[in-house]
């Protein structure tokens, strides 16, 4: 007996981008593992790693917002059930609202930000969630958030795309002025955006991650047949590659691709006449790593039409 289903095979089709027959055979090899079955079709040199990450499916909004003097700032995504209501213009300032209750808090957990009251009207983020909640009809949920807030000189800077499907926070370190900053972190943070990095730079990269790549590729250089000789160089070509993709400093400016970040990066700095270091970022992408409810679109206008009285 099979210990999958039809919807894992098309699940795992959705995740890796390699055909049915292909995935069904990786669950079976696998005994339904779906971790291990996408290791596998990775090993067989059919699935990229940018195509483990899960499928966004949540509705909602991602929110960032940068305090005035550019120290302080957050990203918060903030979940509704359809998109109808995710760009309402009450949802959209309840999710305002929470960043900025979020911002002037000390709250380091979404259980805190939940007990925090607004300063305007008194009302905690959670008593403002229920009455929302109750008013739209639909489930709202704070699902996450990132704080930073920068010791020292330097700015953060944020960039949001597609009208919150995406959001961004990047912390820039540097003695120079923060408005000749400016346009360095607004477009390292378009390419976050883009390319979805991992981590900075190569010492940021977690070495049992790096080990676990390392074994794929061996794996995928075998199954290609290649010798044991040169599968040691093939693999160490290969992490390079690996590491253009996770790094942001090491990936190609999307702006240039005949420049990498990180000389990007340098080149502000020699005319700045200062240092300049990119210490953090945050990407959220809206609903990544939750499964969202099959609607059809007459159904979800239906379900909204039931809330109008």
Same mark, same amino acid.
């Given at each position: 007996? !099979?210990?999958?289903?039809?919807?894992?095979?098309?699940?795992?089709?959705?995740?890796?981008?390699?055909?049915?027959?292909?995935? +069904?055979?990786?669950?079976?090899?696998?005994?339904?593992?779906?971790?291990?079955? *996408? +290791?596998?079709?990775?090993? %067989?040199?059919?699935?990229?790693?940018? +195509?483990?990450?899960?499928?966004?499916?949540?509705?909602?909004?991602?929110?960032?917002?940068?305090?005035?003097?550019?120290?302080?700032?957050?990203?918060?995504?903030?979940?509704?059930?359809?998109?109808? #209501?995710?760009?309402?213009?009450?949802?959209?300032?309840?999710?305002?609202?929470?960043?900025?209750?979020?911002?002037?808090?000390?709250?380091?957990?979404?259980?805190?930000?939940?007990?925090?009251?607004?300063?305007?009207?008194?009302?905690?983020?959670? &008593?403002?969630?229920?009455?929302?909640?109750? !008013?739209?009809?639909?489930?709202?949920?704070?699902?996450?958030?990132?704080?930073?807030?920068?010791?020292?000189?330097?700015?953060?800077?944020?960039? *949001?795309?597609?009208?919150?499907? *995406?959001?961004?926070?990047?912390?820039?370190?540097?003695?120079?002025?923060?408005?000749?900053?400016?346009?360095?972190?607004?477009?390292?943070?378009?390419?976050?955006?883009?390319? %979805?990095?991992?981590? #900075?730079?190569?010492?940021?990269?977690?070495?049992?991650?790096?080990?676990?790549? %390392?074994?794929?590729?061996?794996?995928?250089?075998?199954?290609?047949?290649?010798?044991?000789?040169?599968?040691?160089?093939?693999?160490?070509?290969?992490?390079?590659?690996?590491?253009?993709? &996770?790094? @942001? @400093?090491?990936?190609?400016?999307?702006?240039?691709?005949?420049?990498?970040? %990180?000389?990007?990066?340098?080149?502000?700095?020699?005319?700045?006449?200062?240092?300049?270091?990119?210490?953090?970022?945050?990407?959220?992408?809206?609903?990544?790593?939750?499964?969202?409810?099959?609607?059809?679109?007459?159904?979800?206008?239906?379900?909204?039409?039931?809330?109008? +009285?």
């Amino acid at each position: 007996m !099979a210990n999958f289903t039809n919807q894992d095979v098309m699940k795992l089709r959705e995740q890796t981008g390699v055909g049915m027959m292909d995935c +069904k055979k990786a669950l079976v090899e696998t005994n339904g593992n779906f971790e291990e079955a *996408i +290791k596998y079709l990775r090993e %067989k040199g059919m699935a990229s790693a940018a +195509k483990k990450a899960s499928r966004v499916a949540a509705e909602g909004l991602v929110k960032c917002l940068v305090s005035a003097d550019k120290k302080t700032a957050v990203a918060v995504e903030v979940n509704c059930e359809t998109d109808f #209501v995710a760009r309402s213009e009450q949802f959209v300032s309840l999710v305002d609202k929470i960043a900025a209750i979020i911002l002037g808090s000390n709250a380091k957990t979404v259980e805190e930000v939940l007990e925090v009251s607004c300063k305007e009207c008194g009302k905690t983020v959670n &008593v403002l969630i229920a009455e929302a909640t109750a !008013a739209i009809g639909e489930k709202i949920s704070l699902r996450r958030f990132t704080k930073f807030a920068l010791k020292g000189n330097g700015l953060i800077s944020s960039y *949001i795309h597609m009208g919150g499907k *995406i959001g961004v926070l990047a912390e820039l370190k540097s003695d120079a002025k923060q408005e000749d900053l400016q346009e360095l972190a607004f477009n390292v943070c378009m390419q976050i955006a883009a390319s %979805k990095p991992q981590v #900075v730079n190569i010492a940021d990269v977690d070495a049992s991650q790096l080990e676990a790549e %390392k074994e794929i590729l061996t794996v995928q250089a075998r199954n290609e047949g290649k010798p044991e000789a040169i599968i040691g160089k093939m693999v160490e070509g290969r992490i390079h590659k690996y590491y253009k993709e &996770v790094c @942001l @400093l090491e990936q190609e400016y999307v702006r240039d691709s005949a420049l990498s970040v %990180k000389q990007v990066v340098a080149d502000t700095a020699k005319k700045l006449g200062a240092d300049i270091t990119v210490t953090r970022f945050v990407r959220y992408e809206m609903g990544e790593g939750i499964e969202k409810r099959v609607d059809n679109f007459v159904d979800e206008i239906a379900e909204q039409l039931k809330n109008i +009285k």
